[in-house]
């Protein structure tokens, strides 16, 4: 079979984030590519503490993970492992890869990132190992070309998903600015938010001001 597939092996799509908070940018994503590559499955997995972001405050792992939770529990394909948060310390890749290859060594593994993270993927820590543990399959997001970063041959597709102009920063600042997030998170993300008042009264992630 092609992309380096076993015959009657499950295929297992795994979809990590900050998700902070998860939204349809990443719902949509997750289904396209299941759908596309004939995914059994694809599991989200919420970061512990994401090394990329330490220059801002990300919410608490719990939050993070109960609103992926609810994103995700209406759709019988989707599912949510805390194996990086239950991990503790910084989330790497390698890591999340190593210990889902042990948890389904009947399965194949289709990584499933943002066209801007596929970007740095060469700057990850032990880059070439990754490629053996995974299919990595890069979608678009809106901002980002979709340019083949010189990866391996045959270790990485990149996939068009229906744009859809929707990051987490962007939900963040709408809450803190006290405007809606309706239909851009699921809706009883939405309700989460309000309800733990995520978001308010924070530091943005925007350029300090001197
Ligand atoms: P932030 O703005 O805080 O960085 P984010 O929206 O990028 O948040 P992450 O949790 O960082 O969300 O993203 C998890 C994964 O989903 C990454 O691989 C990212 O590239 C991808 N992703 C995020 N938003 C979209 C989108 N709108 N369409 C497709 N992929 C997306
Ligand atoms: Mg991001």
Redesign the pocket.
């Known amino acids: 079979m092609g992309d380096g597939i076993t015959a009657g092996r499950r295929r297992l799509g795994v979809?990590?984030?900050?998700?902070?908070p998860?939204?349809h940018?990443?719902l949509?994503?997750a289904s396209e590519v299941a759908a596309r590559f004939h995914l059994d499955e694809v599991i989200f997995v919420p970061t512990g503490q994401p090394w990329q972001?330490e220059h801002r405050q990300v919410s608490a792992a719990e939050d993070r993970y109960l609103m992926t939770v609810i994103a995700t529990a209406s759709n019988p394909q989707f599912s949510v492992s805390r194996i990086d948060i239950d991990r503790g310390g910084r989330t790497y890749t390698i890591d999340t890869l190593r210990e889902l290859r042990e948890l389904h060594r009947d399965a194949d593994l289709f990584f499933?990132?943002?066209?801007?993270?596929l970007a740095q993927i060469l700057t990850w820590r032990d880059a070439p190992e990754l490629f053996s543990l995974a299919h990595f399959i890069g979608?678009?997001?809106?901002g980002h070309t979709l340019a083949d970063p010189g990866l391996p041959n045959g270790g990485v597709s990149l996939v068009e998903?229906p744009a859809?102009?929707?990051?987490?920063?962007?939900c963040?600042e709408r809450v803190a600015r006290g405007d809606p997030v309706w239909y851009l998170v699921p809706d009883g993300v939405v309700r989460y938010i309000n309800k733990r008042a995520l978001y308010r009264d924070r530091d943005l992630?925007l350029p300090e001001r001197t």
């Open positions: 979809m990590g984030g900050t998700f902070d998860v939204h940018g990443h949509v994503a972001k499933i990132t943002g066209a801007d993270a979608v678009t997001r809106p998903v859809l102009a929707i990051s987490s920063t962007d963040r992630d």
